[in-house]
């Protein structure tokens, strides 16, 4: 399976691939996006289950990664959840670029692309 993660460079600039239904990303790529520790980062994981918005069957997979070894990884709508639900400088600047990313993409199905 080829994964697309979210990144964020040291200036605050998010990267967010186009192809998102690809985004798959593991915990440790998670906390380092967020810029948070791994407990903190499970822990909104749960609540987001927790709530019922997302379920583990749709948005949890297994991958492989570079070293061989398997982690669980999560698609775009947990990492939106995430976002939403962490409070940290750089959750708010993935934050700003989702929707950046979205009403750029709303604007181009209303307008066409020029």
Known sequence: ???????????????????????WMSEMELVEL????APTLR??????????VLNPCEVER????????YSEAYSLPM???LAFRIDTPNAA?????LLEKLC???????????
């Open 1 to 23: 399976m080829k994964r697309e993660v979210i990144t964020l460079d040291g200036y605050g600039r998010v990267a967010v691939p186009l192809d998102t239904a690809n985004v």
């Open 34 to 37: 967020f810029d948070v520790i």
């Open 43 to 52: 822990a909104a994981i749960r609540a987001v289950y927790k709530s019922g």
């Open 62 to 69: 297994h991958v492989k990664l570079p070293n061989g070894y």
């Open 79 to 81: 990492v939106v959840a």
């Open 93 to 97: 600047w993935v934050r700003n670029a």
């Open 104 to 114: 750029l993409r709303k604007e181009r199905q209303c307008f066409g692309s020029h």
